[in-house]
C-alpha cells in the first residue's frame, strides 16, 4: 500500500473516531437535557396541579378532581396522573397508552431516556388527604433526541468528507515530490537520468530531492564520459585526422567483412583515387596546404559518390577511396570523370596558380569471395591505367566480361520471384554463452525455377535499383508470420527481421507493420535497423522504434560500431541490443585498438543495459575473445552456415 493511502486511512480513521466521540458526547448531552426537561415539566404540573386540587378536594366525593386532572392531562403529554389516599389506596389515575412510533426500537433501547415521577401534597388547610404522583411521557424526547441525532450524523459525515477530501488534496500536493523521486528512481532504473527542476518546499524531501539530483547527474557523467571514451577510441583507431575519413586499418576491418561470403554482403563497387605530385605541392606551398588539398578533394569525393551504405577511407598519403556496396561501377562512370578533372577548381580556390598535382582516379566492380590483395591489385592497375590518360580524362574503367543481366532481365526476373512466391527464408541463430538458442536472424533466399538457391547478395542490388526492396522485406515479413506457428520457440526467443532503409522510409510501411504486429505475436519478433540510418534519418527510425517497443517488440541496431560521431543517442533511443559491426571481429583477436574499441562499446551498453551482440563469429577464438571483454551473445558461421527456417 502506498504512503498516501496509508496516510489517507491514518487521517481517515481519527478524524471518524473524533468525529464520533463528538457525536456520542452531543447526543448523550441532548439526552440528559431531556430528561432534566421532563422532570422539570413533571414537577411544575405536579405542583400546581397539587394546589389545585387541594382547594376542592373530597376524598368522599373525587369527582371535581378527576374533571381537574382529565383537564391538566388533556392539554399536556403525560404517561399517568395518580391520585392516592395518605394510606396509598389508588382514588383515581389517568394513563397515556400511545406507544412511541417512528423511532426504531434499537434506538430506544440503546439511548432510553428515563421520564422521572414527580409528586405533590393534597391537603385541606393543614391536614393532607391524598398524593399526587405526575410522570411525563418520553415519546417527544425520544422523536426530538432522533431527530438530534440524524441532524448530526449528517453534518459530521459531510464533514467528515469534507475533511478526508480536502486531506486528500493536502496530501496530493504535498508528496508530489515523493511522486516526481519515484518517477525518477523507475527512470535510473531504466538507465535514463531525468533531473528534477523543481525544488519542493518541504525541508525533508528537499534532501531527498537534491540528494537524487547529484546522484543522476554523477551517473549520466559517467555515461556521457564512456561515450565520450569510445568515440575517442574510435577516432584514434580508425579515423584520418586530416580528412576525417576511415584510416587503411578500418577500411581493411570492412573490406575484409564486405568480400566474406558468409556475412551475407553483396556486390558494390570502388572507387580508387591517386592524388600526383602532392609532394611537390607540400615542397611548394607547405604540409598545411597540401593537407587542406587533400581534405577538400576528400569532400569532393563524399559529395560525387553520395551514399549513406559507403565508406570513405584515406589508405595512405596519396590515396582516397570509396567502397559503393550494392553499387555497380558502370553507374559511377560520370562520378569518377567529374572527380578526375576536379583538381583545377580545388587548387583555384587555394588560389594556387600553376601546380602538377592531378588526380587519377580508377573504378572497379567486387564481389565477395574475392580476396583483398586481389582488389588492391585490381584498383592499382586501374589507377595507372587512369594515369595514362590524356588531361581532363584520368579516370579508368573497364567492364569485366561477366558483366550481370540487365535491368530489364532483372525486373522480369524479380517480378516472376514476386507472383510465384519463390522467396524462401533461412534463419541463422544466434547463442548466448550456455549455448541456447537467443535469436533466430531471419535472412531471405531467392529459389530458382531449377532449384538453385541464391542468397541475397545476388538479387538485392537489382531489388534496390528497381525499387523492390519494400515489396521483398514485407514479403519476409508475412513468411515469418506464415511460419510462426510452425515453429517451436521458447518464452524468450524472437525472429529478428532487418528493415531497410527503403522501407522505413515509405509513408504508410509502419503502419502497415504495426498492423501485422498483433499482440499474440509481437513478443516473438524483433526487428533491427542500421545504425548509419538513425544517423541520417533520427526522427524518423526513433518514431518508428518507439512504437515498437510500446508493442512489447525488441528492437536493435545492426552494423553498430562503425559510424563516427557522436553516440549519445543511445541513452534516450534505449534499443534492446546491438549487433557490433562485423568488421571488428576481424580484428578482435590481434589488434589491440579494436580490442579496446570494443571494450568500451560494451561498457556503455552495459550501463544502459542494452544486449552486445557480436557478428561473423568463425572461430572459437574470436567467440572466447568476445567472452573476456563481457559479450555473452554471438552469432556466425561458428555455429553452422544458415539453414531453412521451416523444413521441407
Not at 543522476?216 to 571514451?229: E, G, I, L, P, W
Request: with cysteine; hydrophobic share 45%.
Amino acid at each position: 500500500m502506498s504512503l498516501s493511502k496509508q496516510m489517507i486511512i491514518f487521517i481517515a480513521t481519527l478524524l471518524i473516531v473524533l468525529l464520533l466521540g463528538t457525536f456520542l458526547l452531543n447526543l448523550n448531552n441532548t439526552r440528559t437535557f431531556l430528561e432534566t426537561q421532563l422532570q422539570s415539566h413533571a414537577q411544575d404540573t405536579a405542583t400546581s396541579l397539587g394546589l389545585s386540587l387541594s382547594s376542592v378536594a373530597d376524598p368522599e366525593e373525587p369527582s371535581s378532581m378527576e374533571t381537574m386532572v382529565n383537564a391538566v392531562f388533556d392539554r399536556g403529554y403525560y404517561r399517568h396522573i395518580t391520585i392516592e389516599d395518605v394510606e396509598g389506596a389508588l382514588i383515581y389515575k389517568k394513563t397515556n397508552p400511545k406507544h412511541i412510533e417512528g423511532i426504531p426500537h434499537w434506538f430506544i433501547e440503546l439511548l432510553s431516556i428515563e421520564a422521572p415521577e414527580a409528586k405533590a401534597l393534597i391537603q385541606t388547610g393543614w391536614m393532607p388527604i391524598g398524593n399526587l404522583a405526575v410522570q411525563s411521557h418520553p415519546g417527544y424526547a425520544y422523536i426530538e433526541l432522533w431527530n438530534t441525532a440524524k441532524n448530526l450524523l449528517l453534518w459530521f459525515s459531510l464533514a467528515a468528507l469534507v475533511a478526508i477530501f480536502l486531506a486528500m488534496t493536502a496530501l496530493k500536493f504535498l508528496l508530489r515530490p515523493l511522486k516526481a523521486m519515484e518517477q525518477q528512481a523507475e527512470a535510473i532504473v531504466r538507465k535514463e537520468y531525468l533531473l528534477q527542476e523543481a525544488m519542493p518546499s518541504t525541508t525533508e524531501f528537499k534532501q531527498v530531492v537534491s540528494a537524487m539530483n547529484v546522484m543522476v547527474s554523477k551517473m549520466k557523467t559517467v555515461f556521457d564520459r564512456d561515450a565520450r571514451h569510445a568515440e575517442k577510441l574510435q577516432k584514434i583507431a580508425y579515423q584520418d585526422s586530416v580528412t576525417g575519413l576511415s584510416n587503411r586499418l578500418h577500411f581493411e576491418m570492412n573490406i575484409d567483412a564486405l568480400l566474406d561470403k558468409n556475412t551475407e554482403a553483396a556486390a558494390g563497387a570502388i572507387c580508387l583515387t591517386r592524388i600526383e605530385e602532392l609532394k611537390s605541392l607540400n615542397d611548394q606551398f607547405g604540409y598545411l596546404v597540401g593537407d587542406k588539398t587533400v581534405k577538400m578533394i576528400a569532400d569532393k569525393m563524399k559529395q560525387l559518390f553520395a551514399d549513406e551504405d559507403a565508406l570513405y577511407a584515406r589508405l595512405n598519403g596519396t590515396e582516397l577511396l570509396v567502397v559503393m556496396p550494392n553499387h555497380k561501377a558502370d553507374t559511377l562512370v560520370t562520378s569518377a570523370k567529374v572527380l578526375s578533372q576536379a583538381m583545377p577548381e580545388i587548387l583555384a580556390s587555394l588560389e594556387i596558380e600553376t601546380a602538377a598535382t592531378q588526380l587519377s582516379v580508377g573504378l572497379i566492380d567486387y564481389e565477395p569471395g574475392t580476396t583483398r590483395g586481389a582488389l588492391l591489385s585490381q584498383l592499382d592497375f586501374a589507377v595507372k591505367k587512369a594515369d595514362q590518360q590524356p588531361d581532363g580524362e584520368r579516370y579508368y574503367y573497364h567492364p569485366q566480361d561477366n558483366t550481370p543481366q540487365s535491368h530489364l532481365v532483372w525486373h522480369d526476373l524479380l517480378d516472376q520471384a514476386i507472383q510465384q512466391q519463390q522467396f524462401i527464408l533461412f534463419q541463422q541463430m544466434a547463442f548466448d554463452a550456455k549455448q541456447q538458442i537467443h535469436e533466430r536472424e531471419l535472412l531471405i533466399r531467392l529459389k530458382d525455377e531449377d532449384g538453385t538457391i541464391h542468397p541475397a547478395g545476388y538479387f538485392m542490388p537489382a531489388a534496390q535499383k528497381l525499387h523492390k526492396i519494400q515489396v521483398i522485406d514485407r514479403i519476409v515479413i508475412q513468411l515469418a508470420i506464415e511460419a510462426l506457428p510452425k515453429l517451436t520457440l521458447q518464452a524468450d526467443e524472437h525472429l529478428s527481421i532487418n528493415l531497410s532503409r527503403a522501407s522505413i522510409l515509405e509513408e504508410g510501411f509502419s503502419d502497415w507493420l504495426l498492423e501485422k504486429m498483433t499482440p499474440d505475436i509481437a513478443h516473438h519478433f524483433a526487428f533491427e535497423i542500421a545504425e548509419n540510418l538513425m544517423a541520417s534519418n533520427p526522427v524518423t527510425v526513433t518514431q518508428l522504434i518507439n512504437d515498437l517497443k510500446s508493442r512489447k517488440i525488441r528492437v536493435g541496431l545492426d552494423q553498430f560500431g562503425n559510424q563516427f560521431g557522436n553516440m549519445g543517442y543511445l541513452q534516450s533511443l534505449r534499443p534492446d541490443y546491438i549487433k557490433l559491426n562485423a568488421s571488428f571481429t576481424k580484428g578482435i583477436e590481434q589488434d589491440e585498438q579494436t580490442h579496446s574499441y570494443v571494450s568500451s562499446l560494451i561498457e556503455m551498453g552495459q550501463t544502459l543495459d542494452i544486449d552486445i551482440i557480436a557478428m561473423s563469429v568463425e572461430t572459437e577464438t574470436q567467440m572466447k575473445a568476445f567472452q573476456a571483454l563481457g559479450i555473452t551473445t554471438v552469432q556466425g558461421y561458428f555455429f553452422g552456415p544458415p539453414k531453412p527456417l521451416l523444413k521441407v
